[in-house]
């Protein structure tokens, strides 16, 4: 890979990424009733080990990202290739549509209809409730 490409984080990566940042804090939000020990509306932190003794209460950004990285984690890697595997058994359904359908984790038909949208074919009602049984077992 070239240095000046982009390298897109996967879920697991941020949520690891911003794992770290709690455990080693350089700056605690203190909120807007903050004193005069803060700059801006950030107090100041000396080590980390002066952190590591107090509770810290997450700040409305990190609380935000931590949120929205767990919403993206829908199915454990160990049962991704189970369920893409059993997708596949499916007549109509590729390994494109297996791996699309991982990604998006539809929970109903009008969710899973955009993802064969561009073929040719239809699925029959057999085929969609079969594959949201599958998503479903497999569902964090």
């Given at each position: 890979?070239?240095?000046?490409?982009?390298?897109?984080?996967?879920?697991?990566?941020?949520?690891?990424?911003?794992?770290?940042?709690?455990?080693?804090?350089?700056?605690?939000?203190?909120?807007?009733?903050?004193?005069?020990?803060?700059?801006?509306?950030?107090?100041?932190?000396?080590?980390?080990?002066e952190v590591e003794?107090?509770?810290?209460?997450?700040?409305?950004?990190?609380?935000?990202?931590?949120?929205?990285?767990?919403?993206?984690?829908?199915?454990?890697?160990?049962?991704?290739?189970?369920?893409?595997?059993?997708?596949?058994?499916?007549?109509?359904?590729?390994?494109v549509h297996s791996?699309?359908?991982?990604?998006?984790?539809?929970?109903?038909?009008?969710?899973?209809?955009?993802?064969?949208?561009?073929?040719?074919?239809?699925?029959?009602?057999?085929?969609?409730?079969?594959?949201?049984?599958?998503?479903?077992?497999?569902?964090?």
């Open positions: 890979m070239k240095e000046d490409e982009e390298k897109l984080l996967s879920p697991s990566e941020v949520k690891e990424i911003m794992e770290r940042s709690f455990k080693e804090p350089t700056v605690v939000y203190s909120g807007p009733e903050a004193d005069d020990t803060t700059v801006g509306s950030f107090q100041m932190v000396e080590s980390p080990e003794n107090e509770e810290i209460e997450l700040s409305f950004e990190k609380r935000a990202t931590l949120d929205q990285v767990a919403n993206l984690i829908r199915i454990k890697g160990s049962n991704l290739k189970k369920m893409v595997k059993e997708l596949g058994a499916i007549e109509r359904v590729t390994n791996y699309k359908i991982a990604e998006v984790m539809p929970r109903d038909e009008n969710e899973l209809r955009p993802i064969f949208a561009k073929e040719r074919f239809s699925l029959t009602p057999e085929d969609t409730s079969t594959i949201l049984e599958i998503i479903d077992k497999y569902r964090i």
